[in-house]
């Protein structure tokens, strides 16, 4: 019964030296660190080192067979000592066991830092710029808690594989070419044999029993990642939790994931304790027969005591880390296996890249047109259907209808979040599918509907609409949103730490430090996104106030359903199922038609709904 969950796992069985090359591959270049001088000259000391290593191990038990001998020969003792300060010294530069203490050893970890820690900073720099990379629709889709912990897992074992590859696996390979090179020349091939048997045994079962473990592992991966993505996801729900008390509802959901973690974890360290009890059987039955027979060699007065010795000392000592060897083959299993969600993030491709060819958005007045332009982010569900349009340089376009009309789509589309999948966006009659994408942003400034801060102070997430932006400039920014004298109020200031995603500061504080952002940007085309929204009537007259200085003579699209964000307009979209139906025009002395259908039905000379628009106030 206690067998039974082994017998039960889980469907995935690959093997995770599927794709070996690909993976190595990828890990070449952290190992040799290209252009770096410094970083290679240590490499090549370490691997030196290493050579050294190998060299030492062959001589410590000669050296100890030999006083061995000498002392039973009655040897000088000037003989005796010299023999035994060379044996004494190798121990030192040897260290205990297998080298792992050794001066040699500690010296090649020593050097190796530097390479290790260049190693791990590269992976996580490009991982994180990879994920930068991709689209907003993988963002939107993606587990935050899942994703870290595919990523501090893949990093960490980028580290475990390349020391455990080159200063584990290959050396212990060596020393077992070298221990039966030594016992056929020096001794016999029986005892090459011996050792050759042994060490096929034990390294085949332990590939075998670690590849059939390899599914229990790759599971408990992937119930941790659950565990862990609950509980970020719970957390980061905090308030939501409260609004429903569903606070127990949430503790059974983490403990249930966690339950089937430790089940698949029980799997993982009970068939971890049959590999062990494996390579106990056949490393003591090797060393069984090799003992008796050199033994029986000694009695026979073929070999002398010291060639006893001198055998039991190697056998142990290449015994040592061949029983590390199951450990170090297990580690890089498990390493290949975490490193499997980290490639398949490298693996991700980006939505939306830039063309080969494409050069920088040549801006020039600011003219912006969408031309039959048609998008889904489902296939067979299209938010735009042939949308045309064109707003006319230092023009302001509003755009309104119900939710799930496709304007915020319009605003994403711009800003080339996806790519058009019919039609044509221009920006100066320029396809801006044609442009880098940093260059057509850097012209726009975008105030979103649902503002998220960065968990620092108030000036700081100011400052990251131009991060070259003095104290002064963020405070003029500050001023134009009408939160400067806010700001002023807290205890700290602009110091103020704002909180996970700006959640010490009201809905309205963190829409005014959005709009400072865009503000300070000082972008030729803005987009704003519902950006009053979360603002009262005298607190948004004042930021339309400011707003109008900073779209002044600036292409600007504005999304909104308050009638009073909209009556500066030059031009009204009315968005209807994916098309627009209607249009107004503002003129200078007020609207130039009357009334704007702001209802969900589509026939033509609807009455219901029917919204006047107030003449602007100037």
Known sequence: DLLSPLLAGPGQTSSTWQGFGKKVRLLLPFMWPQGKVLLQVLVLLCLALLGVERAINVFVPIYYKNIVNELSDGSSWNTLASTVCIYVFLKFLQGGGAGSSGFVSNMRSFLWIRVQQYSSRVVQVRLFAHLH????????????????????????????????????????IADIVIAIIYFVTYFNAWFGLIVFVCMFL???????????????????????????????????????????????????????????????????????????????????????AGSLLCAYFVTEKKFQVGDYVLFATYIIQLYTPLNWFGTYYRIIQKSFIDMESMFSLFDEEGEVKDDVNAGNLLFKLGKVEFENVH????????????????????????????????????????????????????????????????????????????T???????????????????????????????IHHKILTFPEGYD?????????????????VAIARTILKAPRIILLDEATSALDTQTERNIQASLAKVCANRTTIVVAHRLSTIISADQILVLNDGQIHHRALISASGLTSGVVCVCTHQQTGCVHSVAPLPAPSH
């Open 133 to 172: 990379s991709l689209s907003l629709r993988w963002h939107l889709g993606r587990r935050t808690g899942e994703v870290l912990r595919s990523v501090d897992r893949g990093t960490s074992s980028i580290d475990s594989l390349l020391s455990y590859i080159v200063f584990s696996i290959f050396p212990t």
């Open 202 to 288: 034990y390294l085949t079962f332990t590939i075998i029993i670690t590849e059939w473990r390899t599914k229990y592992r790759r599971d408990m991966n992937t119930q941790d990642n659950a565990a862990k993505a609950k509980a970020v996801d719970s957390l980061l729900n905090f308030e939501t939790v409260k609004y429903y008390n569903a606070e127990n509802y949430e503790v059974e959901r983490f403990e249930d994931a966690i339950l089937k973690y430790q089940l698949s974890e029980w799997k993982t360290n009970a068939s971890l304790a049959l590999l062990n009890q494996t390579q106990s059987l056949i490393i003591g039955l090797g060393l069984l």
């Open 375 to 450: 998008f889904s982010y489902i296939d067979g569900m299209e938010v735009l259907r042939d949308v045309s349009f064109t707003v006319m340089p230092g023009q302001t376009v509003a755009l309104v209808g119900q939710s799930g009309s496709g304007k915020s789509t319009i605003l994403r589309l711009l800003f080339r979040f996806y790519n058009v999948q019919g039609g044509c966006i221009r920006i100066d009659g320029q396809d801006i599918s044609k442009v880098k994408q940093a260059s057509l942003r850097a012209h726009i400034g975008v105030v979103p509907q649902d």
């Open 452 to 482: 998220v801060l960065f968990n620092d102070s108030i000036r700081n997430n100011i400052r990251y609409g131009r991060i070259s932006a003095s104290d002064n400039e963020v405070e003029e920014a500050a001023q134009s949103a009408d």
């Open 496 to 512: 103020t730490q704002v909180g996970e995603r700006g959640l010490k500061l009201s809905g309205g504080e963190k829409q005014r």
